[in-house]
């Protein structure tokens, strides 16, 4: 049963509450920020390339307390705010500079200061958590101060120990997503907690967009001002949130943030660890989520290739009931799925260790784009070989993004792989075959005979770095 509509928003800014009536509930929060004329907070891109727009969000960490989080304010709705509390830029000094202000000031890290709002908003967050370095900027460019100025002021606050008004709010603070009704500007915008509210509602509503992080949807929002009618969050739902780890698989709710996934999960599967690494910026990975990376069904996601590499399993719910697929079988074509209407993505599972009578498993990821940090991937790919106790291969799965319509596996390399000593002869006869297997695209990222030669390639360095090399000679190699 679903409660009544309510046409009042409240959330928490810089400590004071907020009452909002009838606001549209996809307008972005940075918009409602800078018109409330709350402008320390800046615009740059608009879709979550820049960091200009950080604020930080009191949010629920990966140990389930409090943590300050940066993240993007152009691309959150404001619906997904509510009930929640944010600190932006001009909430940070009390009476005098906040220590990550004093030491920017001291470094000069800051020139025509437009990016600086964000800097401090990443740094605070990070001052907080404990984590000052170069990834808790990694979302945030300048192009005028030059980025060593900054790594110095954030030298000067790394590794110091918080002892403040905020730091005693997270020891005070715990977080508990409340269920939203909300309608406004003739919009509405739910967010169950359970996983049965959110089937009924999409039953009430099947023209309702589901949204998680908002990281991709917060583009259309942002950039194309989409008015969405009826949306579904899914950030509050229980069953959607769990992450269950047992000796032989892991289960990762599809709406666990990302960054809970990098933190709870570290060195359990190295090609996950290694794709989170390179995927966006600390910002988006604090909102995006699992669930909406497979749901867009983006050919360039960079999740599905390590997912499919990992074999893992979606399980999705409906009225009707639930089913658990492999995700090999959930991509159909280009942005299409076999997720049916009224249905969603509850989960994720991936096995630790496969029945495949393997000694050995060797497994990594890779992703090949323009920049190191926050960059769409021109190819990424993910490999997992089982190897019985004579280094022959028992199961093999070659899994890449970027060189179809969908997310795929190199399945007849794969099978022919099957049998096969793990060796140099092998991996060279497999390269001849991969050659052939995509007929990528040429696009503004890369041509198609790129994106085929790192096919090819990446398969190689693969099987170098898992140690081919120093078993096999170069010399055999050639
Ligand atoms: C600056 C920037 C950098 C980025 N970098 C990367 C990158 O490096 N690699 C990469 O792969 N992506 C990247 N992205 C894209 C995006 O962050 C990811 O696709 C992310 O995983 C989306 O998750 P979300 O929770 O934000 O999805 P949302 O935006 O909330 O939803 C995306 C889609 O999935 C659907 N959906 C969400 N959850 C479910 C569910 N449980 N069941 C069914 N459908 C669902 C939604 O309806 C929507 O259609 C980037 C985006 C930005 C803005
Ligand atoms: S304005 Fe550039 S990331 Fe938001
Ligand atoms: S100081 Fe000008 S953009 Fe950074």
New binding site residues.
Partial sequence: MIPELENRLTLTINGATVHLKNVSPTITLLEYLRNSDRIGTKEGCG???CGACTVVLLGQGADGKAHYQAINSC?IPLGAIAGREIITVEGVANGQLHPVQAAMVQTGGSQCGYCTPGFIMSLFAAYYEGTVDDVAVEGNLCRCTGYLPIRRAAKLVANQQPCDRFAEKLTQTTIELPALNYQGNEQQFYRPTQLREVLTLLQQHPEA???????????EMSWHRQHYPVMIS?EAAEE?NGLEQTPDWVEIG??VP?STIEDRLHGVFPSLDEMLH????RQ?RN???L???I??A?P????PPVLLSLDAELRLASPAGERLIPLASFFKGYRQTD?QPEE??VSVRIHTTKATGAVTRLSQSYKIGKRGT????IVAAAFTVDLDASHTIVQVRLAYGGVAATPARAIAVEEWLVGKSWNTATVQQAKELLKDTFSPLTDLRASAEYRKLLVVNLFEKFFVEMGGVEQYPLEVRA
């Fill in positions: 879709d979550g390339d691309l967009t589901l949204v998680a992080g908002a990281t991709d949807l917060g583009l899914l959607l599809a709406a990302l390179w995927f966006a910026a988006v909102r995006a989520t669930g909406g990376n749901g867009t983006s360039i996601g960079d999740l997720l969603v993505i926050d960059d769409i991937s």
